[in-house]
Nanobody, 115 residues
Framework: QVQLVESGGGLVQPGGSLRLSCAASGSIFSMHAMDWYRQAPGKQRELVAAFTSGGTPTYADAVKGRFTISRDNAENTVYLQMNSLKPGDTAVYYC?????????WGQGTQVTVST
């Protein structure tokens, strides 16, 4: 069983930056995938950034060039660096891990982009 704990959310002005962290209780090295999702009020949860099993990062079109996913296998932590934040980025951000056949989710961290 793997537990995921997100941190780093908060209130930021448009154009600002935040760095989210996802600390896993177990090894992330063997995970088939690790990624970040977000869910805005009244909307479906959507994939924001992901590591495939091959280690290549991929991004949703809405965040390309602004967000960067990274990982520290030694610390069992995945990060999401978010720059040039926009009000449309406001959402609860969730860390997700997958190792067949199991999915693991964190509790989420709120990101609010507003003046």
């Amino acid at each position: 069983q793997v537990q995921l704990v997100e941190s780093g959310g908060g209130l930021v002005q448009p154009g600002g930056s935040l760095r989210l962290s996802c600390a896993a209780s177990g090894s992330i090295f063997s995970m088939h995938a690790m990624d970040w999702y977000r869910q805005a009020p009244g909307k479906q949860r959507e994939l924001v950034a992901a590591f495939t099993s091959g280690g290549t990062p991929t991004y949703a079109d809405a965040v390309k060039g602004r967000f960067t996913i990274s990982r520290d296998n030694a610390e069992n932590t995945v990060y999401l660096q978010m720059n040039s934040l926009k009000p449309g980025d406001t959402a609860v951000y969730y860390c997700h891990a997958f190792k067949a056949p199991l999915d693991y989710w964190g509790q989420g961290t709120q990101v609010t982009v507003s003046t």
